[in-house]
């Protein structure tokens, strides 16, 4: 396995007690990062993950789509670390709401989408350009997704309307903020087999996600560990700004 020495980093995690986020902490923490683990209700997962590494690492529990629980998340994790030094923004919904839909169904979705999976990254960008500047610098990571850059089904416009905005803001941040050393890096990967992927393969067969990617496999949370893994690291600091790709080869740029 590929071993880093992230001993010493203390790394805010959104969305890390199931799915991708999960994966990308137990990475973590094996590499020696001390990592806050957020979670909205999976506490059993997040403690599970505590317990597995002897690392410092805490939870924390937040509702991300409210504004006042993502101040109040990020105010509890300095007060704990003291210092961060990466923040990886992985918490997101992929909710349906399809255009046959009545306007006011459809805009619930919308909103709730768009707080959780932007709203909350813009303000925890902002706390973490404050926090980085005090300290000296960090890096942020951005999880977004191919739907950027090919666009995605019409049951899922929010979605790929809230990943183009981070991926924007995650590029803005990059060469806005490199002079002060705040780096910021963007992982779009595809079609991940996590819990939320399992409820799409049930619906509609794991052939039809097959048929999309260049692999005989599904991209796997740990397949995106060891890349999330090296930008914490410092070791990727002059790419910063760009956006990696890890998707199967199901969208090559």
């Known amino acids: 396995m590929m071993q ?21 902490a137990e ?32 939870i924390f529990q937040a509702d991300l789509e409210k504004e006042s629980e993502v101040f109040r998340l990020f105010e509890e994790v300095t007060t704990e670390f003291g210092k961060i030094d990466a923040i990886i923004l992985n918490a997101g919904v992929f909710l349906k709401h399809s255009t046959e839909q009545s306007a006011e169904e459809w805009l619930k979705t919308w909103k709730k989408t768009i707080n959780i ?31 950027v850059f090919r666009g995605e089904t019409e049951e899922y416009l929010a979605y790929a309307a809230s990943k183009g905005g981070l991926t924007s803001l995650a590029r ?15 992982v779009s990967p595809g079609f991940t087999r996590t819990a939320m992927a399992e409820q799409f393969i049930e619906q509609y067969g794991e052939e039809r996600v097959l048929k999309e990617i260049a692999l005989n496999e599904l991209t796997k949370p740990e397949d995106l560990a060891p890349l999330v893994g ?15 790709d890890v998707n199967a080869g199901s969208h090559i740029r």
């Open 230 to 244: 090296l930008m914490c690291s410092g070791l990727m600091d002059h790419a910063t700004g760009a956006t990696i």
């Open 172 to 186: 803005s941040v990059a060469r806005s903020f490199g002079k002060e050393n705040i780096k910021s890096f963007v």
């Open 27 to 58: 990475f973590l923490m094996e590499m020696g990062a001390t990592v806050a683990i957020h979670y909205n209700s999976h506490k059993a997962s997040a403690e599970e993950l505590v317990r597995k590494y002897d690392t410092s690492s805490q």
């Open 4 to 24: 880093l020495d992230l001993k010493g980093k203390n790394i805010l995690l959104t969305g890390a007690s199931k799915g991708i986020g999960k994966g990308l």
């Open 117 to 147: 999976n932007l709203n909350s990254v813009g303000i925890l960008t902002k706390l973490g350009i404050d926090h980085f500047r005090e300290k000296g610098g960090g890096r942020f990571i951005y999880i977004g997704s191919r739907a």
